[in-house]
């Protein structure tokens, strides 16, 4: 006969497992020359770089996709909105003698068009290179300008009106991509937020579009305002997020500076920062650098480093040699950092090299929250929570027999449990210091 005894088994009951970290992936939203309008696609790796044109064609939200890929580690959804606005291009002007060369079609992004004049003389002698990165990058052999020539995946054609071209001379011009309107953007985010896709970070992708500098900076405080409010409407349906949307392109100085600045000053949100000026970025798709806004730039290293980290953090080092010539340094100008927007910057000990300065957000000033990152860590801990208290949903707890509040053990219980997930999403992983996460007995 077996002696009397006890005996133990030891189970484990995963009490720290914890909703999965999304902060590395986006959700990328724009227009492109193809695809359909509210429909997500995920793509994992760098590799589906092709596969994303496969599905978009050309455009701002196709580059945007190719660029996280090939430097993020998460995954970039991509959902193409509506366009609005049709794509335009610029007349051309000429540095030089040379007759005005014309453009024609619709272009699939923005471009900074500069035609080269290699060999002079009548318009069946004279031949040219072509350049949509505004000089970065040239086409490779002269072409000859006896016919219309169609620049390849662009759009845009561009005819020789006859006459006598001089060597030498350059011809400039710019393409506005197409745009999509404040609902159709927001339209097309809910469509992510709808989908299964996981995301935590928003990137509306193209510069706000108008007839002039102070209408375009206009139309990107609209934006940004409308995309605050999809985000504030996510949130109650617990789905916690930030974004940036790439601001305008206004001209590449002060006053453009303070055009683009102006209308953000009525403009108030924890949840959106905006571009201010540009940064040329090397695309890789087609190895040219395009004048992107310096939102690109910093999305793409939050999707790189922890959510706690700054974006401007030197000692991480460089955003890298696919970030080039700004038009617009903080550390010379402080326009646009002044009027709350996300700017780039070079350090005298750093040479050329560019960081961002910081992830602002439009936040007010008293705000807790005037960084990206700070919000996204409390995204972050809203997700572990909402997770953490959904569990507890339906439960039977004790209340007070006089007030109906919770009672208070029953309160500290969820509190414990809640702030256990919290302490290891956030404080093992080096987000915060400490936790503090309380029961409202005074609403349940």
């Known amino acids: 006969m077996p002696l009397p005894g006890v005996s133990l088994a030891v189970t484990d009951g995963g009490i720290g497992t914890i909703v999965p970290d999304n902060s590395a992936n986006v959700l990328i939203v724009g227009v492109s020359s193809s695809g359909t309008a509210g429909v997500v696609n995920t793509f994992r790796s760098a590799s589906a770089i092709d596969a994303v044109r496969t599905a978009f064609g050309e455009g701002p939200i196709v580059e945007a996709a190719a660029l996280y890929l090939a430097t993020g580690s998460g995954d970039v959804n991509v959902v193409k909105a509506t366009t609005v606005t049709a794509a335009t291009s610029s007349t051309m002007t000429v540095t030089g003698t040379s007759p005005t060369i014309t453009l024609s079609g619709t272009p699939n992004d923005d471009y900074d068009y500069l035609v080269l004049v290699t060999t002079g003389g009548a318009t069946a002698a004279a031949y040219y290179q072509f350049s949509l990165d505004g000089g970065q990058t040239y086409n490779g052999t002269p072409l000859a300008m006896t016919a219309p020539y169609l620049m390849p995946n662009t759009g845009v054609t561009l005819t020789f009106p006859a006459g006598t071209y001089v060597a030498g001379d350059t011809e400039a011009g710019i393409a506005y991509a197409a745009n999509a309107s404040d609902a159709n953007i927001t339209t097309a985010i809910q469509a992510g937020l709808d989908s299964t896709a996981s995301f935590s970070l928003v990137h ?129 100008s402080a326009t646009y950092d002044n009027g709350r927007a996300i700017t780039v910057c070079t350090y005298p000990q750093r040479g050329a090299d560019l960081f961002v300065t910081r992830a602002a957000l439009l936040s007010q000033p008293t705000s807790d929250f005037k960084r990206l990152e700070l919000g996204r860590v409390m995204d972050r801990a809203c997700d572990v929570a909402l997770a953490a208290l959904t569990n507890f949903v339906a439960g039977s707890y004790r209340v007070n027999a006089t ?29 915060v210091t400490d936790i503090y996460f309380v029961v409202d007995t005074n609403n349940n």
Request: proline share 3%.
């Open 204 to 332: 509306v992708v193209g510069f706000s579009t108008g007839a002039s500098d102070a209408a375009r900076a206009t139309a990107c405080a609209s934006l940004a305002a409308a995309v605050d409010a999809k985000i504030a409407t996510a949130a109650t349906s617990g789905r916690y997020l930030r974004a940036v949307v790439d601001g305008a392109r206004v001209a590449r100085t002060s006053a453009g500076a303070t055009a683009l600045v102006s209308p953000m000053a009525t403009v108030f949100s924890t949840t959106v920062g905006y571009g201010g000026g540009e940064v040329r970025i090397l695309s890789p798709i087609k190895n040219r650098r395009y004048c992107r806004s310096v939102a690109w730039a910093l999305v793409s290293r939050l999707l790189r480093v922890p959510i706690s980290e700054h974006a401007g953090f030197v000692g991480r080092g460089s955003l890298g040699s696919l970030f080039t010539a700004p038009t617009h340094d903080q550390r010379v």
């Open 403 to 431: 007030t109906g509040k919770l009672d208070p053990k029953d309160a500290k219980a969820i509190e414990d449990t809640v702030t256990g997930k919290l302490k290891i999403a956030l404080k093992e992983a080096q987000h």
